[in-house]
């Protein structure tokens, strides 16, 4: 299937690693130009590298969204390289372990804008050139949103919240053409997930445990199994799909355990 992405821009933020950098791979493969919007120095040049190896154009802004004007100025740096954007990955984002009696009300409004702040920057920057080539936006959110984890209060919150924006956008955006969905992942081995399986006494027993919990086939979804969808959503080829929240887990979330 082509999917026609041949010289659209998409930015990704967190770009450079895990998910992100499956969907950045993708697109560039798809012939699109991945934007990735990431603090990674070495992995994001090592992307750019690879992907014009194929004869891809790409471009690493290497910045963590912090704030609005780190958005703002990504966007620009983004139009001014390649005068128009097609669609926005909303995808940074960390599991943070900030609950009830292991937090603060502190730390939770930290953790909620740290996870959701920037998915509204970045759309909101975004925004006009998004009118013009009536964009695609994928929100990337976690299982956790629908079945809660325990302990993370402010990462689940903000979780909700990118589901409750999917369709919020996905409304106020139809008058543009702009289509705005969601894709939730819940086991995924990537560079952060590894990192939270390290702070297990036994990484490998955690993650054959965890696996064995997963429906289809008891393992871990790839990264490159959520950019498929990912990419997909970003394209023309889904171009009557909007407001949904489509789950790439191996049916962890919602089937039935006994089987
Ligand atoms: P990852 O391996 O840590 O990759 C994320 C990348 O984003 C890293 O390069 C990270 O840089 C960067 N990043 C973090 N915060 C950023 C910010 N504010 N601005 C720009 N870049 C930022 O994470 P992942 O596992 O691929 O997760 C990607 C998304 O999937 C997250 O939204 C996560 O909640 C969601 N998700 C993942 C899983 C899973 O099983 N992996 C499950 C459900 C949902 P640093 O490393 O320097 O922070």
């Known amino acids: 299937m082509n999917l026609h992405l041949s010289d659209k821009v998409f930015l990704i933020s967190g770009g450079a690693k895990g998910i992100g950098g499956a969907i950045s791979r993708l697109i560039a493969e798809e012939g699109g130009i991945p934007v990735m919007i990431d603090p990674s120095e070495k992995e994001g040049y090592a992307l750019v590298k690879e992907f014009g190896q194929i004869g891809a154009k790409s471009l690493h802004i ?39 009696e292991n937090g603060s009300p502190e730390a939770f409004r930290k953790s909620v804008e740290s996870n959701l702040g920037h998915y509204y920057d970045l759309v909101h ?24 984890q325990g ?11 990118q589901l409750s ?5 996905a409304v106020e955006l139809l008058p543009y053409g702009i289509r705005v969905n969601a894709v939730i992942p819940a086991e995924v081995m990537t560079p952060l997930y590894q ?21 289809l086939e008891r393992r871990m979804t790839k990264p490159e199994e959520i950019a498929n969808m990912v990419v997909f959503l970003l394209s023309g080829r889904s171009a009557h799909t909007t407001g949904q929240h489509i789950f790439v887990d191996g049916g962890y979330t919602h089937l039935d355990r006994v089987v």
Not at 78 to 83: D, H, N, P
Not at 132 to 142: Q, Y
Not at 165 to 169: G, I, S, V
């Open 195 to 215: 990192k939270w399986l390290n702070t297990f006494p036994n990484p490998e027993n955690k993650l054959g445990e965890i696996s064995r919990r997963v429906p």
């Open 62 to 100: 290497q910045k963590r969204l912090q704030s609005p004007q780190d958005a703002d100025e990504a966007v620009k740096v983004a139009l001014a390289a390649f005068g128009r954007i097609d669609g926005v990955v909303n995808n940074a984002g960390a599991n943070d372990s900030v609950g009830l």
């Open 125 to 148: 920057y975004a925004l006009p050139a998004l009118k013009v080539s009536k964009g695609s936006i994928v929100n990337i959110s976690s299982k956790t949103a629908i079945t809660g």
């Open 151 to 161: 302990n993370t209060s402010g990462y689940t919150a903000a979780k909700g919240g």
């Open 165 to 169: 924006l999917t369709r919020e956008w």
